[in-house]
């Protein structure tokens, strides 16, 4: 029962454990670790479409992750939710603006969190890991907004430079933060203004249309293509991007109304959008 208690794990498995560790509590307790990383090892090929997306964040910084598993099943048990629970604590001690592994290595006295991991794994039997994971840090006034949907599989999160402190604790600038955080989980963009679009995506799209319209004369096949990447910028790229609560404003435009109400600027500098499955 005091294995159980330590472990988390099943009573025969502890019972088992025991018999193999002749009675030694920490002998015990290293085999049912290495009954972890075995499932782990046995399982590496598995996909881990299922999870939930994680945030955390402080007085100026706000970081997004996201832990995977095989099932949905496991993903709503108490083994796993503890797990959730815990990665924020180590997510607030990762100093690391990315990576997925950056997160696993951070210690907590004395424990990483690819150890908490290894413990989960040896309880639910399945494969787990941290999919993704982004941190934001503010050097100046600002503010981040965070979203994650009702169903946990899917979250954003944006980061907002303000003119001052007052501007970025008005109610308006923390509703628009918001707000955008939500259209990003539901419409996706892939950039944040057309300068920052990958080149080769670009020339991708560009190549697409002309093939398109081959058959025109030259002048009007670089019309067209022109006409179509515009488009293209306007629905990929977030601040020309239609805002999903109101399509009569882009979202620059909300975020900039939100600034005047609270009597200054503000810009949005970054954004990520996790999703698990």
Avoid at 181 to 206: R, Y
Avoid at 220 to 244: A, D, P, R, S, Y
Wanted: net charge negative; aromatic share 6%; with cysteine.
């Amino acid at each position: 029962m005091k294995l159980r208690k330590m472990s988390g794990q099943g009573m025969m498995d502890c019972k088992e454990a025991l018999t193999e560790a002749d009675g030694d509590m920490q002998k015990a307790m290293e085999i049912l670790r290495k009954k972890g990383l075995a499932t782990l090892a046995k399982r590496a090929e598995r996909e881990t479409s299922e999870g939930i997306v994680v945030s955390a964040g402080g007085d100026n910084w706000a970081s997004l992750a996201t832990l995977c598993c095989e099932t949905d099943f496991v993903a709503k048990s108490d083994d796993f939710l503890a797990a959730v629970e815990t990665i924020k604590k180590y997510m607030d001690k990762c100093q690391a603006d990315s990576d997925a592994e950056a997160v696993s290595v951070v210690e907590i006295n004395g424990k990483k969190f690819s150890e908490i991991i290894t413990e989960t794994v040896s309880k639910t039997g399945e494969k787990m890991v941290v999919g993704d994971y982004a941190r934001f840090s503010l050097s100046g006034p600002g503010l981040f907004g965070t979203y994650i949907h009702f169903n946990g599989k899917v979250g954003a999160m944006v980061e907002v430079e303000t003119s001052d402190e007052k501007v970025a604790a008005s109610d308006d600038i923390k509703k628009a933060a918001l707000d955008i955080a939500m259209h990003i989980t539901a419409v996706k963009p892939i950039a944040l203004n057309k300068d920052s679009v990958d080149a080769k995506t670009i020339e991708t799209e560009k190549q697409i249309y002309a093939e398109q319209v081959k058959n025109k004369p030259a002048n009007i096949v670089e019309k067209i293509v022109e006409g179509k990447l515009k488009k293209f910028f306007t629905e990929n790229c977030l601040l020309e991007q239609k805002f999903v609560k109101d399509d009569s404003k882009t979202v620059a435009q909300v975020l900039a109304d939100a600034a005047k109400q609270a009597g200054g600027e503000a810009k949005i500098t970054k954004f990520v959008r996790f999703s698990v499955g």
